[in-house]
């Protein structure tokens, strides 16, 4: 079994910041590619940043600049850094990562349960 548990999400004012962390638990080898998503009431569930097992990352237009997305293999977590937080940013925010499961080797399509991030004064 493997498991990803998001934490770090709450109430935040205009022109804060939050740090979301994702952690994975479980039978894992390591964390392959990982993501975090968004999905605002109404809305669909879109990408916000991506990083790969190599450390490369990417953001969604709405977030460069502001957001930055990070990883510590040792600790099978990974992290979203947002500042200069904005209204528009309020959503339900998940975690995604492919883990490698340490008895077969094959990579998993891992969900969080989702944290909540909201702006407002």
């Known amino acids: 079994q493997v498991q990803l548990v998001e934490s770090g999400g709450g109430l935040v004012q205009p022109g804060g910041s939050l740090r979301l962390s994702c952690a994975a638990s479980?039978?894992?080898?390591?964390?392959?590619?990982a993501a975090w998503y968004r999905q605002a009431p109404g809305k669909q569930r879109d990408l916000v940043a991506g990083i790969t097992s190599s450390g490369s990352t990417n953001y969604a237009d709405s977030v460069k600049g502001r957001f930055t997305i990070s990883r510590d293999n040792a600790k099978d977590t990974v992290y979203l850094q947002m500042n200069s937080l904005k209204p528009e940013d309020t959503a339900v925010y998940y975690c995604n990562a492919k883990i490698r499961h340490i008895a077969t080797m094959t990579l998993n399509d891992c969900w969080g349960q989702g944290t909540q991030v909201t702006v407002s004064s």
């Open positions: 479980g039978s894992i080898f390591n964390i392959n590619a």
